[in-house]
């Protein structure tokens, strides 16, 4: 009600499947945001301090977030997302595993690389862009999906492949207004 939110390339969503939904993080509202708009609920990766919250440690459970210990390799969370996305769920997820505070592009974590390599889902770019701020424009670009199986066959890093993703993320929030 508050928002005046733009909705772009939608039906780049797959309706079934697993799918890896990849998306820079402008803000807290976000996780929200980015599945609000789509006809399929999606799981979120959240940052495990979120879980010791008083409000959000029941919360996010609910909602279907689980949680991630950044700085490490969590391996129970990547055990988490991989069986989400063999049961075909959809799992949102920002490659940067923090908010960029300048609205720039950071350099995407290898873990979203090895979800995208090691599962078979769908890998799927979106950009945000716009303000928060109320009565505001705000766009989510949902781009088409990236061909992860040329990748496979290569055989390249979980650090190769996150790069290939955040460049689809980069071409996203670089269109030019009405394009795809």
Do not use: W
Not at 96 to 125: H, W, Y
């Amino acid at each position: 009600m508050f928002f005046r939110v733009r909705v772009i390339g939608r039906e780049n969503i797959p309706a079934d499947g697993g799918v890896l939904l990849c998306s820079n993080h402008i803000n807290n509202l976000d996780p929200p945001f980015l599945g609000a708009f789509l006809k399929r609920d999606t799981r979120y990766m959240a940052k495990s301090e979120l879980f010791t919250k008083p409000v959000l440690k029941g919360l996010l459970p609910k909602l279907g977030a689980f949680p991630i210990r950044r700085g490490m390799s969590d391996r129970q969370a990547l055990r988490t997302g991989l069986g989400l996305l063999k049961e075909e769920e959809m799992i949102g997820v920002f490659p940067e595993g923090t908010r960029s505070r300048t609205g720039e592009l950071g350099k995407g974590l290898a873990g979203i690389g090895f979800f995208a390599l090691r599962s078979r889902a769908e890998v799927v770019p979106a950009a945000i862009t716009g303000s928060y701020k109320p009565f505001s424009r705000l766009t989510i670009v949902y781009g088409k999906p990236v061909n992860m199986e040329k990748l496979r066959e290569e055989k390249v890093s979980a650090e190769e492949a996150t790069e290939a993703i955040m460049e689809e993320i980069r071409g996203l929030l670089n269109r030019k207004p009405g394009k795809q």
